[in-house]
């Protein structure tokens, strides 16, 4: 398994965001943010890109 370099954002009406799934890739986020979207839960799913601090 690779490093988890894409987050799926749950963000609700409110502007509350909270992160709901991790993927290597951005298509699995993707694929993953489509399922929950899918729900009809009336909240959004946002993919981002997971910000890694780098090792001095």
Do not use: K
């Amino acid at each position: 398994m690779g490093e988890l370099q894409w987050a799926v954002i749950r963000q609700d009406d409110n502007g509350n965001r909270y992160r709901v799934a991790s993927c290597e890739t951005r298509e699995e986020a993707e694929t993953v943010a489509g399922r929950f979207d899918g729900r009809g839960t009336g909240c959004r799913y946002l993919v981002e890109r997971i910000d890694h601090p780098r090792a001095s």
